[in-house]
């Protein structure tokens, strides 16, 4: 089924330094980006990380040091990347949980606060795990009766899981619409406030922490229990962009 969209649509994938979404690094960007007027624009990017590749990252995407030593670094392409993105609905395979979480830190390397205020947020893995609960590659095989060649090639994991997507709306007629908002939606595993999911809605749209010894509690609790814990969580290795949410709650409920 052709995917039924209103604005543009990014679907995109990163390869990296690793899956540590505070320190590590892209390497390879690849996006394919569809309007709504049936459009396409297709691209592929390799990036200087500008801290070194671990071997074991190698290992996995292909990508070593002395290929990429001489590519553009991210905040080198960061103002062309933001007018790429900006203003779209984002998917990708596990997504939400990294790709758009580390995208955004490396924006904030760069200096530029992207605005995804408005972006619908498509997981095609949170939707396959919630049917039928598997990896790319056997999506992939399960859904398109392809074998993926060249998995973590950024391009080849990008174009496939825009297939995917297409295709599980032609599987699941009853349990999916044809539509962007309801598809984000569906492929969220949390309400998330910050990208890394530190910090969520709960049930009743309370800020709720994520992690650690307040996990479940609010936030506004927290503020006026244990204000040195906002301290900790400014000095600590989390995301910039988690900080900034944590700094944004503590001053709306330290002045109330």
Request: aromatic content about 10%; hydrophobic content about 35%.
């Amino acid at each position: 089924m052709k995917l039924n969209i209103t604005k543009p649509i990014i679907f995109f994938d990163l390869e990296t330094t690793g899956i540590d979404v505070a320190r590590d690094r892209i390497v390879e960007l690849c996006y394919i980006k569809l309007h709504p007027d049936g459009e396409k624009e297709e691209r592929s990017m390799r990036l200087n990380p500008t801290i070194p590749i671990p071997s074991f990252a190698s290992e996995v995407h292909g990508i070593t040091n002395e290929d990429v030593k001489d590519c553009p670094t991210f905040k080198d392409v960061a103002n062309q990347l933001q007018e790429v993105f900006e203003g779209c609905d984002l998917a990708g395979f596990n997504s939400n949980h990294f790709d758009i979480p580390l995208l955004v830190e490396e924006f904030l390397r760069a200096g530029i606060d992207i605005n995804l205020k408005d972006c619908r947020m498509i997981d095609v893995q949170n939707i396959y795990h919630k049917l039928e609960r598997r990896t790319l590659v056997a999506a992939y095989q399960y859904y398109c009766g392809k074998d993926l060649q060249n998995a973590h090639s950024a391009l080849a994991d990008t174009r496939a899981t825009y297939e995917v997507l297409e295709a599980q709306l032609d599987k699941y007629p009853e349990d999916l619409q044809n539509d962007i908002a309801f598809l984000a939606d569906f492929s969220q595993r949390s309400k998330n406030i910050d990208f890394s999911g530190r910090v969520v809605y709960d049930e009743n749209g309370v800020e709720t922490i994520n992690f650690g010894k307040y996990k479940g509690r609010a936030v506004k609790d927290i503020v006026m229990r244990d204000p040195g814990y906002f301290s900790w969580i400014q000095q600590g290795d989390f995301p910039l962009n988690t900080k900034r949410v944590f700094e944004t709650l503590r001053l709306k409920y330290a002045k109330r």
